[in-house]
Nanobody
Framework: HVVESGGGWVQAGGSLRLSCAVS????????MGWYREAPEGQRVLVAT???????NYADSVKGRFTISRDNAENTVYLQMNSLKPEDTAVYYC???????????????WGQGTQVTVSS
């Protein structure tokens, strides 16, 4: 079960904070991240974070977005500052876990939350 929150409408230069909580999983969550899908576009990576706190960002958001997580709560956050109209998209939360006994990787996706940035 993946629940996202925090999307909305903001003017250019503003900020938003997205949250995503993952529950009901059988195995420890490894990587968590955020992807986005613009209208008539592909779903692309925004930022990811490992269980140890290592982060990776798309070039377009470096220096403006910050990803963080709470491992105890299986929750990931995306702080978005200095938002631009081109950041407008549906943002999706992603997480994965691994069943090492059977070699099976599980992927979890949120339902998506709309972020709209007006100029």
């Amino acid at each position: 079960h993946v629940v996202e929150s925090g999307g909305g409408w903001v003017q250019a230069g503003g900020s938003l904070r997205l949250s995503c909580a993952v529950s009901g999983v059988l195995f420890s969550i490894n990587n968590m991240g955020w992807y986005r899908e613009a209208p008539e576009g592909q779903r692309v990576l925004v930022a990811t974070i490992t269980s140890g706190g290592g982060t990776n960002y798309a070039d377009s958001v470096k220096g403006r977005f910050t990803i963080s997580r709470d491992n105890a709560e299986n929750t990931v956050y995306l702080q978005m500052n200095s938002l631009k109209p081109e950041d407008t998209a549906v943002y999706y939360c992603n997480a994965d876990s691994f069943d090492s006994d059977h070699g099976v990787k599980y992927l979890y996706w949120g339902q998506g939350t709309q972020v709209t940035v007006s100029s």
